[in-house]
């Protein structure tokens, strides 16, 4: 079975700081997907950013980055000059894609509050 | 921007008591799910469901949920006879467009509250 384990349940960063946001996973598949999808506050979900783990390069949008380390199984977000709307949770999440379904496994996300 | 909609955004209903939480994927989405998140929990999933049934589920879709496209653009989720336990806040997506990157679209989801 595959889990996803983000280990801080809430962080704080001030404006325009760096901030990064831990995230482990288990499996025993080879070829699957990474997300990061941010809930702000009574708002749906929303991808931030995505890696697909037969790629070796680090995925990067905008002031959103990761590092995937695979063997380590980890996959970290970094969020660079961190502005008052990135607050919200942070959710963690593996996906295999199988013919039929793509579902999600999330963790149990971050709480991330970012301070003027 | 096309988006996933969900209806009602809250309902309080009494234990035993069927619900029917609907949704609007995006219309050219081939894949939709149901999640769900108990308050203070993580998201779980419920169910996936392609080319008009369902192709995965969860130890939680039990007997008593049920999902259906009735009529091509709607797709819901009811429970039978509600629980205590199903409170909760319950999370439509949708997937799989022209481009299938494997990104999930959401909706900003249902609170059902049961008493």
């Known amino acids: 079975a595959q889990t996803v384990t983000q280990s801080q349940p809430e962080m704080s960063v001030q404006e325009a700081e760096t901030v990064t946001l831990s995230c482990t996973y288990d499996?025993?598949?080879?070829?699957?997907?990474l997300f990061w999808y941010k809930q702000p506050p009574s708002r749906q979900m929303i991808l931030v950013i995505r890696q697909e783990a037969y790629k070796q390069q680090n995925a990067t949008e905008n002031r959103f980055s990761v590092n995937f380390q695979k063997a380590a199984k980890s996959f970290s977000l970094k969020i660079s000059d961190s502005q008052l709307g990135d607050t919200a949770m942070y959710f963690c999440a593996f996906m295999i894609r199988r013919g039929g379904s793509e579902k999600l496994v999330f963790g149990k996300g971050t709480k991330l509050t970012v301070n003027p | 921007e096309p988006e996933v909609t969900q209806t009602p955004s809250h309902q309080v209903t009494q234990m035993g008591q069927e619900v029917i939480l609907r949704c609007v994927p995006i219309s050219n989405h081939l894949y939709f799910y149901w999640y769900r998140q108990i308050l203070g929990q993580k998201v779980e999933f419920l169910v996936s469901?392609?080319?008009?049934?369902?192709?995965?589920k969860s130890e939680i879709f039990d007997d008593q949920f049920s999902v259906e496209r009735p009529d091509g653009s709607n797709f819901t989720l009811k429970i039978r006879s509600t629980k205590l336990e199903d409170s909760a806040m319950y999370f439509c997506?949708?997937?799989?467009?022209?481009?299938?990157?494997?990104?999930?679209?959401f909706g900003e989801g249902s609170r059902l509250t049961v008493l």
């Open positions: 499996t025993s598949e080879n070829n699957y997907y």
């Open positions: 997506a949708s997937s799989g467009g022209i481009i299938n990157t494997g990104e999930l679209f």
């Open positions: 469901f392609y080319n008009n049934e369902i192709s995965e």
